[in-house]
């Protein structure tokens, strides 16, 4: 059982920074995709952004330009590196792996969540 430990969240000021960390105990991260989702109460989860095994990305159109995802294989981390934050972008924030050990198998991990708040 892969266990994912998030870092990084906490309150800032509308155009402020934020680096979001998670930590992986597999120790195949380095073939598994890796995802950042947000949720907001009430709502379901949604995808954020994310990092194929050979480091392509993807991310939702509201974040382009503001927000960074990136690993360390060696090190096992996932990063979101979220600037020119806005009100709108608080929620928590879930990491996730993805695992397909078999072509007829697919495993998914989540992290804690870690909470962001952007005040105005």
């Known amino acids: 059982q892969v266990q994912l430990e998030e870092s990084g969240g906490g309150l800032v000021q509308a155009g402020g920074s934020l680096r979001l960390s998670c930590v992986a105990s597999?120790?195949?991260?380095?073939?598994?995709?890796m995802n950042w989702y947000r949720q907001a109460p009430g709502k379901e989860r949604e995808l954020v952004a994310s990092i194929s095994s050979g480091g392509i990305t993807n991310y939702v159109s509201a974040v382009k330009g503001r927000f960074t995802i990136s690993r360390d294989n060696p090190k096992r981390t996932v990063y979101l590196q979220m600037d020119s934050l806005k009100p709108e972008n608080t929620d928590v924030y879930y990491c996730n792996e993805v695992a397909v050990p078999t072509v007829e198998e697919r495993l998914e991990f989540w992290g804690q969540g870690n909470l962001v708040t952007v005040s105005s």
């Open positions: 597999g120790v195949r991260f380095s073939i598994n995709d």
